[in-house]
């Protein structure tokens, strides 16, 4: 069963003065997101990230399309047991301890009463919240309140967790421990959505990814595969500056200092390159193919006017 | 959309009758609360202080009182109430938030003067009240007009009515009339006549629909007293002729004292009991002082025929 | 639904009665009740009568304006910063149970609120008349058409805070307060009105809240009881005006795009 089916699901808003302008929030998009994946929504500011989610999560109402979340439809209500969200700059309650605020949620989610308490510490303890318990959310740093939104998202356990821009405001340490958090539990059998545009975050974590940009889908698609199709460069680094010339006339990219000589040059000419060396008596160091980035992928896809599936 | 539809629909009538069930409510609190909530005004001791307290928007506090004032006296009059306790402090209230609000002072002069249920029978309080407003209002010559009417009809003090329309017919601008009812109550010219003048102008020039009906009353009221006499003066001319009184107006047709059966502004045919010409209903005329059935008095309350006014 | 709506109401007292502001009006009323006890010094007649006006008085109001900021600062507050989403995106709770939660918390903290001044006031009266007497029941009877008040006029800052931003819903709420004070007499002012002014105005003289049957507290300071069949009415008239309040406001909330 698919975790999430998007079909067709847009959103416009009147602007304007008399209101008879028309923006698109989110274009007509189509999408679909399996079960146990970790799935990761990229876009700059304002590509319709948000809306989507909000979208999903009943929070706003679409302009026309359907979704379906756990194979039932966005406005069963039912379905939200099972399904956890954490808002981008997340607030809470200023006066409540950690604890208090995640029992309320609990309470809301209805978790069983004898099992409420375990689970509350228990999402408390996974973030690493667990010694500011009884402390109170006005006093909480950035960083500390980020974590207190994912364990609100994961107390009631959800199959489903969807996530908007957590990874905005924290240091690179939390960074990373939020980023073995979602592998955690991914690896339990959550299905995880989020949002960024943080693209290397994405890269590490994501089995799969879209990219959206100005409200419409520019690509969807295995973050291996993508990265594959891009890439294509192999750095050479070698000492021996008499080299140069001839890499150079090879299509190569090099940069000296002193001696030492890195170079980056397409895939293909590899061969040549290497014979172009020995001939030099350059002595390598290293030859590293170069990996392409979601970055690559993203730019390119962005300058794209046509939505484009690119999967093999 | 047919659902979204109903649940609209759904709305907008519930919301429909639980402000109708919230109208009815009201109209069952005011009648409960009566006029309890005017009695606050007895409590104050000094209308000065509430001036202060209203921190300059004195005017719109007497619009208030006025309001309530009118209201007050329409709804007891309905009622045929017995007394006007709280007319004279509301009419002091407001003429205190507002000095210069003339229709007060004229409503005052009338309303208070007459007697019970015409008004609340206090030509003293009126005097008072007029004279408060003479204070205020200088170069108002109405004002000494209101309170010549009260000094003349109610208190039968022709001097001091004659001196307040003299005094006032100084006033630049002041109405002709002013010097006209000056002579005529200084030289003791008919009172019917005089009367009948001043309610005319007063019908005339009074814009307050309150004022105006009453005046029509009265005019009306000092008609059947004129015809009244005339009626007298027939049959008693009859009974000089015939040494006995008709027995019906039939008999003074065919003597050629009158040309038709008379009947009075109401519709009603005045009686003949025992030679005394008499209206068929003196409730309907509760300012006549001729035509009334023996042993009820002028200004007598409905109902209450044969028992002196010892109140006063 | 009971479990949810308890603990969203539970939550929203929680949240008031932590937050040091309500302190400082309840405070600050109960100085007034206080100073209102040497004010009546001044003439021994009317000593108690000046505490009851005055008294009552503060109580009514402050009580209003915690009721407008306290009902106004939380559901805005939640909806600018998105505490809102993670209660109704991701939990099974119905928009309608959101509001209705958020409405009993509020009462609740007002209860507690009018509860704390009463006793200040109490302890007043207590003191200026030596003991209380079965004429104090009456004081009973006005705190509660107060209390009554309060319920209305939260209902109200609700309902404003459901489209507009605080500062607007803020005035209207004042707005509506004085004019709903004065219902009756906008009611005696439709009356003499004509045409399409006095249809006008007889309609929105009864749509505005009444809040001129719930100030008895001039008759009472004068020992004048309050007819039961009045306080009946009241607490009907609040119940179903309540009703028809938070059922517009469930309706908007309903529609609204929580951008």
Same mark, same amino acid.
């Given at each position: 069963m698919a975790a999430i089916e998007i079909d067709r699901l847009e959103k416009s808003y009147k602007t304007g003065f008399f209101g008879n302008r028309l923006v698109h929030g989110l274009k007509p998009l189509t999408l679909t997101v399996e079960e146990g994946e970790v799935f990761g929504c990229l876009g700059p500011n304002g590509a319709g990230k948000t809306t989507t989610l909000k979208l999903l999560l009943g929070l706003v109402f679409p302009s026309g399309g359907t979704a379906r979340i756990l194979g039932r439809d966005l406005n069963d209500i039912g379905v939200k047991r099972f399904i956890g969200f954490l808002p981008e700059q997340p607030y809470f309650y200023d006066h409540l301890t950690s604890l208090e605020l995640l029992d309320y949620y609990a309470r809301l989610s209805g978790v069983d009463p004898r099992e409420r308490k375990h689970k509350v510490e228990r999402a408390l303890a996974r973030v690493g919240m667990s010694d500011a318990g009884k402390t109170q959310l006005r006093k909480f740093s950035k960083g500390m309140l980020q974590r207190v939104g994912i364990a609100q998202a994961i107390v009631h356990d959800p199959k489903l967790v969807l996530l908007d821009e957590p990874m905005s405001g924290l240091d690179p340490i939390g960074r990373r421990e939020v980023r073995d958090l979602v592998q955690e539990l991914n690896e339990e059998g959550k299905t995880i959505f989020f949002s960024t545009h943080i693209l290397s975050d994405a890269e590490t974590v994501c089995d799969r990814v879209a990219v959206l940009n100005k409200g419409e889908l520019k690509g969807v698609g295995v973050v291996a595969d993508l990265l594959r199709k891009v890439s294509g460069d192999v750095e050479l680094v070698w000492s021996g500056a008499q080299a140069i010339s001839a890499l150079s006339a090879l299509g190569a990219r090099c940069h000296a200092t002193g001696d030492v000589v890195r170079a980056v040059l397409p895939e293909r000419v590899l061969e040549t390159a290497l014979d172009a060396l020995r001939n030099s008596h350059a002595r390598l160091t290293s030859v590293t193919p170069v990996r392409a980035t979601l970055e690559d992928y993203f730019l390119a896809r962005i300058g794209e006017e046509k939505p484009n599936e690119v999967n093999a | 959309m047919t659902r979204d539809l109903r649940v609209q629909t759904s709305y907008a009538i519930l919301l429909a009758t639980l402000l109708a069930a919230s109208t009815l409510l009201i109209q069952q609190v005011d009648r409960v609360r009566d006029d309890e909530p005017l009695q606050e005004v007895l409590y104050i001791p000094s209308p000065k202080v509430v001036e202060r307290m209203s921190l300059g928007y004195s005017g719109l506090l007497a619009d208030i009182y006025w309001t309530r004032v009118v209201q007050y006296f329409g709804t007891k009059h309905k009622a045929k109430a017995k007394e006007y306790l709280i007319l004279e402090p509301l009419l002091d209230m407001t003429t205190t938030l507002d000095p210069k609000l003339l229709p007060a002072y004229e409503f005052g002069s009338v309303f208070l003067a007459q007697k019970p249920p015409e008004g609340a029978g206090s030509p003293q309080g009126a005097a008072r009240l007029v004279e408060k407003g003479i204070r205020e209002?200088?170069?108002?010559w109405k004002l000494y007009y209101d309170l010549g009417y009260i000094y003349w &009809?109610? &208190?039968?003090?022709s001097a001091k009515a004659a001196d307040a329309f003299e005094r006032g017919s100084h006033i630049p601008g002041a109405h002709p009339w002013m010097r006209v009812m000056a002579a005529a109550l200084a030289g003791h010219a008919g009172e019917t006549e005089t009367a009948i003048y001043m309610w005319t102008n007063i019908l005339d020039s009074s814009d307050d629909q309150v004022l105006k009906a009453n005046a029509i009353n009265r005019l009306r009221c000092l008609r059947v007293d004129s015809e009244v006499k005339v009626l007298q003066d027939r049959v008693d001319e009859f009974t000089k002729s015939n040494g006995r009184s008709p027995t019906a107006w039939q008999e003074l047709i065919s003597t050629g004292l009158l040309r038709r059966i008379p009947v009075d502004p109401k519709g009603n045919l005045y009686q003949l009991v025992d030679g005394r010409v008499q209206v068929a209903n003196p409730d309907l005329f509760p300012f006549i002082v001729r035509g009334l059935p023996l042993g009820r008095e002028s200004g007598d309350l409905p109902g209450t025929s044969g028992i002196k006014n010892a109140k006063k | 639904m009971i479990g949810r709506l308890w603990a969203i109401a539970y939550n929203t007292y929680r949240e008031a009665v932590r937050d040091r502001v309500l302190y400082n009006l309840i405070l600050f009323a109960l100085l007034i009740v206080g100073s209102s006890v040497l004010f009546g010094q001044i003439s021994l007649e009317i000593n108690r009568i000046v505490l009851i006006n005055l008294g009552l008085t503060a109580i009514s109001l402050f009580g209003i304006v915690i009721a407008i900021f306290i009902g106004i600062g939380l559901v805005s507050k939640e909806i600018e910063k998105k505490t809102l989403y993670t209660v109704l995106a991701a939990r099974p709770v119905r928009r309608w149970e959101f509001i209705a939660g958020k409405f009993l918390g509020l009462v609740m903290t007002l209860t507690v609120n009018a509860l704390l001044m009463s006793v200040g006031f109490f302890a007043a009266v207590m003191y200026v008349s030596h003991g209380l007497g079965r004429g104090d029941l009456q004081l009973v009877v006005a705190i509660y058409l107060i209390l009554l008040e309060f319920v209305l006029i939260t209902a109200l800052a609700l309902l404003f805070s459901t489209f507009s931003t605080p500062i607007f819903s803020s005035i209207f709420a004042f707005a509506i307060f004085a004019v709903g004070t004065f219902a009756q007499d906008l009611r005696g002012f439709a009356k003499m009105a004509s045409g399409v002014t006095g249809w006008v105005m007889t309609g929105a003289s009864y749509l505005v809240p009444n809040f001129a049957s719930l100030n008895v507290i001039s008759q009472v300071a004068h020992d004048t009881a309050v007819d039961p069949k009045l306080i009946l009415l009241d607490t009907l008239y609040v119940l179903v005006y309540t009703a028809a309040v938070m059922t517009a406001s469930v309706w908007i909330f309903e529609r609204r795009n929580l951008k």
């Open positions: - | 209002n200088p170069q108002s &009809l109610e &208190l039968k003090d | -």
